[in-house]
């Protein structure tokens, strides 16, 4: 039977643990991902309190990092999403993708609007893709691809 999760604390000290198994093991997100069975971006957000995860994998999690039997079993709750407060957040990488959206959002509603239609794009029905590549210039740049079904709004 599946459980939700009102309370993001158990999670949350879950999440710290287990990052801190990965952390004293070497351990790397994909690798993770490899014993779940499940896309490194899903696991790691999974591992992070913000997915429920599937009996086996939250049981191959647990295995690999050491996780108890109740963290095993709060691994496969639907957890109470959103790890950011209301607050502005103040750790610098998830500040830019703040600023980002705070710069781009009203754009990237426009051109989907504009080319969907009034709806949202889908964060359930939806994939996500992280990927370093070389930068022309020099360096290196990050690929970040969202791809979420596009929900269209049904008048009632």
Known sequence: M?????????????AVA?????IAKDLTWQRIADAAGLSVAYTTAAVLGQHALPEAAAQAVGDLLDLDERAVRLLQ???????????????????????MLQVYGTTLKALVHEQFGD???????????????????GGERAVI????????TKPF
């Open 145 to 152: 691809t969202l791809d979420g079904k596009y929900l269209p």
């Open 119 to 137: 709806g949202i794009i889908s964060a359930i029905n939806f994939t996500l893709d992280v990927r370093k590549v070389a930068d022309p210039e």
């Open 77 to 99: 709750a639907i957890p109470t999403r959103g790890s950011l407060g209301g607050a502005v957040p103040t750790d610098p990488t998830i500040y830019r993708f703040h600023e």
């Open 18 to 22: 287990a990052v801190e198994a990965k």
């Open 2 to 14: 599946q459980h939700a999760q009102f309370d993001p604390t158990a999670r949350r000290e879950i």
